[in-house]
């Protein structure tokens, strides 16, 4: 495995894990900041083992300046790195909508209200506490937390975070394919496809259903 695939795998697991902190925003925060500085630096292990690939300059040109040129989300990719490593962490701001469910009923689930502070603060653990604090016993024993999340950088508007995250992966495996095959050989299996990546797929609903029990696990 060349080192941009090996580097291109990791990238994959960080991807994976941006998508299971998704509902922990401090976690996630880490996980984005660390997939947005990795995820660069597949293209500058590419560049620095530019002597094993032929005619590299005009590889490169063809398969990274031309096709990405124009394409908002790699440079806000680029640019989001160079921000992390120079400035601090990126702007994020998260839409939240929190449903507490207890009976079939639809009319009976209560809705919580959140603060500016909660928003961008709310840990699963804290959203159950609240339920247990403002329900009888009995009733927040058997009830379901349902959370909706969005996350949305500032510097990227109207673009949900992990979506962004997914397309630059997407993308960087499309190059490292290309690359494997212009170099007479495939992209090794330990690098997935976007579609395989399951913790990706199930996050799309941005959605979690949790229940007080699940506290004690």
């Given at each position: 495995?060349?080192r941009?695939?090996?580097?291109?795998?990791?990238?994959a697991?960080?991807?994976r894990?941006?998508?299971?902190?998704y509902f922990?925003p401090?976690?996630?925060?880490?996980?984005?900041n660390?997939f947005?500085t990795?995820?660069?630096?597949?293209?500058f292990?590419?560049?620095k083992d530019?002597?094993?690939i032929?005619?590299?300059?005009?590889?490169?040109?063809?398969?990274?300046?031309?096709?990405w040129?124009g394409d908002?989300?790699m440079?806000?990719?680029?640019?989001?790195?160079?921000?992390i490593?120079?400035?601090?962490?990126?702007?994020?701001?998260s839409?939240?909508?929190v449903?507490?469910i207890f009976?079939?009923?639809e009319?009976?689930d209560?809705s919580?209200?959140?603060?500016?502070h909660?928003l961008?603060?709310?840990?699963?653990?804290h959203?159950?506490?609240?339920a247990?604090?403002n329900?009888?016993?009995?009733?927040?024993d058997s009830?379901v937390l349902?959370?909706?999340?969005r996350?949305?950088?500032?510097?990227?508007p109207?673009?949900e975070?992990l979506g962004?995250?997914?397309?630059?992966y997407g993308?960087q495996r499309?190059l490292?394919?290309?690359l494997?095959?212009?170099?007479g050989?495939?992209?090794?299996c330990e690098?997935?496809?976007?579609?395989?990546?399951?913790e990706?797929?199930e996050?799309e609903?941005t959605?979690?259903?949790v229940?007080?029990?699940d506290r004690?696990h």
């Amino acid at each position: 495995m060349r080192r941009w695939e090996k580097r291109l795998s990791d990238v994959a697991q960080l991807l994976r894990q941006c998508a299971a902190t998704y509902f922990e925003p401090d976690r996630f925060r880490l996980n984005c900041n660390q997939f947005l500085t990795t995820s660069r630096t597949v293209n500058f292990l590419i560049q620095k083992d530019k002597a094993l690939i032929p005619d590299f300059d005009a590889w490169y040109a063809a398969h990274v300046i031309e096709l990405w040129a124009g394409d908002k989300v790699m440079a806000w990719g680029r640019d989001s790195r160079n921000h992390i490593e120079k400035v601090g962490d990126l702007d994020l701001e998260s839409e939240l909508a929190v449903t507490l469910i207890f009976t079939h009923d639809e009319d009976q689930d209560i809705s919580i209200l959140c603060g500016r502070h909660e928003l961008i603060g709310a840990t699963v653990r804290h959203l159950l506490r609240y339920a247990e604090k403002n329900l009888p016993t009995g009733v927040s024993d058997s009830s379901v937390l349902r959370i909706r999340r969005r996350w949305v950088a500032n510097t990227l508007p109207g673009r949900e975070l992990l979506g962004a995250l997914t397309y630059i992966y997407g993308r960087q495996r499309a190059l490292a394919v290309s690359l494997a095959s212009y170099l007479g050989h495939s992209l090794p299996c330990e690098i997935p496809d976007v579609h395989d990546i399951r913790e990706v797929r199930e996050q799309e609903r941005t959605v979690a259903s949790v229940t007080s029990r699940d506290r004690k696990h």
